[in-house]
Structures are given as structure tokens and as C-alpha cells.
């Protein structure tokens, strides 16, 4: 199993002046690191790169930072499906320079963007399509390509498990897998285990979340269950920390409250990696 953070715990873009949180990261004991990229983020990917490798920190990506509301793999407009999977492919591209593995998030839509209907089977096929394509791209770039549900007030696309799975089926492609996010489940269902028993071999990893992004194990997600599905699948994949730190921006905190994130649940990034890693040891 791997154990990771999301760089936002620590910063609100990944930079060249970032490097320095990769040291955190092992000296916390943790095998992975995951960067948010997107059109706003800068840096010299190779010396991330080489900074992470020399650590033995393996590098992961996902949308974080500014993602055209137009590049969208589930709309209507064969255009606007035409420009996410260049957008997608350009984000894999990057993760490529990183060597990064894996290419993470709710890849299938765009976050925010909701119809408020049910998902037509035209949409739910071209939006398979366009996955197809995508993570064809990313096998020739030996990057994974893997899928995450958000809650129903983030898309309409994909909000369970079930539903992840079913894209992946018409698909139909060897590399694409399921990432679980336990802060957006927590509105999807009641039974955290049955979600992470119908990802089966699909279930590439776990984002470890409270119900309000606070630490794993302060909150009301019913972490027994999770430990012990992951137990029962004999599950050897990726846990990886994610929240927004709210000692970011003004004395506001306003790099959380801009991520929806009300409560001061990460004043200190090191602190809450370590809180959290101790509990998730414990329990698994």
C-alpha cells in the first residue's frame, strides 16, 4: 500500500519554490505526492521530477488549477468534448515530463457544471468515448487514467461507485481505474463498504477524507467500515491525504474558503499529515 498527500495541504499551486514540501512529504513517511495542474500552474517539471525521485517519492496528478469550464468530456457539444480530451491530453502530456503515474479526478465532466436532468445514454456514450481515447493516450504514455465520483452537488455525471464502474464497462479500456473519495461518498450513501466492495479490482486508490476535509478520524465518515472493505478486497493501493490549507491567502484563510472549505480544519499542513497517517496506521 502507498501512502500520500495532495500538495494543498501545503501550498494553493505547485511551484519551483514548492520543492522544499517534497521533503516534508518523506520525512512524514509517505510514498506518494499528488499536484494539482491546470492552465495557472507554473513550474519546471523536471526538477520536480528529480527532486521527487531522489526522495523515491512517486508522483501522481489531477485538475486543480484553472480547468476551462468549455473542455468538458460529458457535453452535449461535440466541440466542447473535442477540446477536453486535447485539454486531458495535454495535462497528460505534463504528467509524462513528471513521471507521474497516474492522472486523477472527475475526468468524465468538468466539477461545478451540472444539467439537473438524468444523464442520457447518448451522453453516457460519448463521454465513454471519450475516456477510451483518453486513456489510450495515457497507456502509450504509460500514465493510469483513473476516475473520481464527486457528490451530486459537484457533477451529474458520476456520483457512485456503481456509476464509475458502469463508465468504465462501456469504455471499455484496460487503463482506467476508480479512485474513492470518502468526503464526496458521505452524500451518496450510507454504506461505505458495499461502495468499496463494487470498485473491486477496479478500486485504484483511496482520497482518505473527513466529511468536512478535516483530519481522517475526527469526523463522521464511518472509517471502520472503509478499513475493513479495504481489508476484505486485500486492497494494495493508494491512500492519499487531501484537504486545503486554511492558513493560506489572507488572515481569512481565503485559499480554503475558495475551495468551499468554511471551517479552519488545516492550519498547519505537516501537522495534519501527521495526525492523519498516525490514525490511518492504527486502523488499518
Same mark, same amino acid.
Given at each position: 500500500?502507498?501512502?500520500?498527500?495532495?500538495?494543498?495541504?501545503?501550498?494553493?499551486?505547485?511551484?519551483?519554490?514548492?520543492?522544499?514540501?517534497?521533503?516534508?512529504?518523506?520525512?512524514?513517511?509517505? /510514498?506518494?505526492?499528488?499536484?494539482? *495542474?491546470?492552465? #495557472?500552474? $507554473?513550474?519546471?517539471?523536471?526538477? @520536480? %521530477?528529480?527532486? !521527487?525521485?531522489?526522495?523515491?517519492?512517486?508522483?501522481?496528478?489531477?485538475?486543480?488549477?484553472?480547468?476551462?469550464?468549455?473542455?468538458?468530456?460529458?457535453?452535449?457539444?461535440?466541440?466542447?468534448?473535442?477540446?477536453?480530451?486535447?485539454?486531458?491530453?495535454?495535462?497528460?502530456?505534463?504528467?509524462?515530463?513528471?513521471?507521474?503515474?497516474?492522472?486523477?479526478?472527475?475526468?468524465?465532466?468538468?466539477?461545478?457544471?451540472?444539467?439537473?436532468?438524468?444523464?442520457?445514454?447518448?451522453?453516457?456514450?460519448?463521454?465513454?468515448?471519450?475516456?477510451?481515447?483518453?486513456?489510450?493516450?495515457?497507456?502509450?504514455?504509460?500514465?493510469?487514467?483513473?476516475?473520481?465520483?464527486?457528490?451530486?452537488?459537484?457533477?451529474?455525471?458520476?456520483?457512485?461507485?456503481?456509476?464509475?464502474?458502469?463508465?468504465?464497462?462501456?469504455? /471499455?479500456?484496460?487503463?482506467?481505474? *476508480?479512485?474513492? #473519495?470518502? $468526503?464526496?461518498?458521505?452524500?451518496? @450513501? %450510507?454504506?461505505? !463498504?458495499?461502495?468499496?466492495?463494487?470498485?473491486?479490482?477496479?478500486?485504484?486508490?483511496?482520497?482518505?477524507?473527513?466529511?468536512?476535509?478535516?483530519?481522517?478520524?475526527?469526523?463522521?465518515?464511518?472509517?471502520?467500515?472503509?478499513?475493513?472493505?479495504?481489508?476484505?478486497?486485500?486492497?494494495?493501493?493508494?491512500?492519499?491525504?487531501?484537504?486545503?490549507?486554511?492558513?493560506?491567502?489572507?488572515?481569512?484563510?481565503?485559499?480554503?474558503?475558495?475551495?468551499?472549505?468554511?471551517?479552519?480544519?488545516?492550519?498547519?499542513?505537516?501537522?495534519?499529515?501527521?495526525?492523519?497517517?498516525?490514525?490511518?496506521?492504527?486502523?488499518?
Amino acid at each position: 500500500m502507498q501512502f500520500g498527500t495532495h500538495c494543498y495541504i501545503f501550498t494553493a499551486s505547485w511551484s519551483d519554490q514548492s520543492l522544499p514540501i517534497l521533503d516534508i512529504a518523506k520525512e512524514s513517511g509517505l /510514498d506518494c505526492f499528488e499536484i494539482g *495542474v491546470g492552465d #495557472d500552474v $507554473y513550474f519546471t517539471p523536471h526538477l @520536480t %521530477r528529480k527532486t !521527487a525521485h531522489a526522495l523515491g517519492l512517486e508522483l501522481l496528478i489531477s485538475p486543480g488549477g484553472y480547468w476551462p469550464r468549455d473542455c468538458d468530456l460529458s457535453a452535449d457539444s461535440s466541440e466542447q468534448r473535442a477540446r477536453a480530451l486535447a485539454w486531458h491530453k495535454k495535462q497528460i502530456d505534463l504528467g509524462t515530463e513528471l513521471g507521474a503515474t497516474a492522472y486523477t479526478g472527475a475526468l468524465y465532466g468538468h466539477p461545478g457544471v451540472l444539467s439537473y436532468r438524468p444523464q442520457a445514454e447518448s451522453e453516457q456514450r460519448s463521454t465513454a468515448e471519450g475516456l477510451h481515447d483518453l486513456a489510450e493516450y495515457g497507456w502509450r504514455h504509460g500514465v493510469r487514467v483513473v476516475i473520481e465520483p464527486m457528490s451530486h452537488f459537484r457533477t451529474h455525471v458520476i456520483n457512485t461507485v456503481q456509476q464509475a464502474v458502469r463508465m468504465i464497462e462501456l469504455a /471499455d479500456h484496460p487503463n482506467l481505474s *476508480v479512485l474513492i #473519495d470518502t $468526503y464526496h461518498l458521505i452524500t451518496e @450513501t %450510507r454504506d461505505y !463498504a458495499a461502495q468499496i466492495q463494487q470498485a473491486g479490482k477496479l478500486l485504484w486508490g483511496l482520497h482518505a477524507c473527513e466529511n468536512d476535509r478535516g483530519v481522517p478520524g475526527s469526523g463522521l465518515v464511518p472509517w471502520g467500515q472503509v478499513f475493513s472493505a479495504l481489508r476484505g478486497t486485500l486492497f494494495q493501493g493508494y491512500v492519499i491525504l487531501e484537504s486545503y490549507n486554511s492558513s493560506i491567502g489572507d488572515p481569512a484563510g481565503s485559499f480554503a474558503y475558495q475551495h468551499g472549505m468554511l471551517h479552519n480544519v488545516c492550519p498547519d499542513g505537516r501537522e495534519f499529515v501527521q495526525r492523519a497517517m498516525d490514525f490511518i496506521r492504527r486502523s488499518m
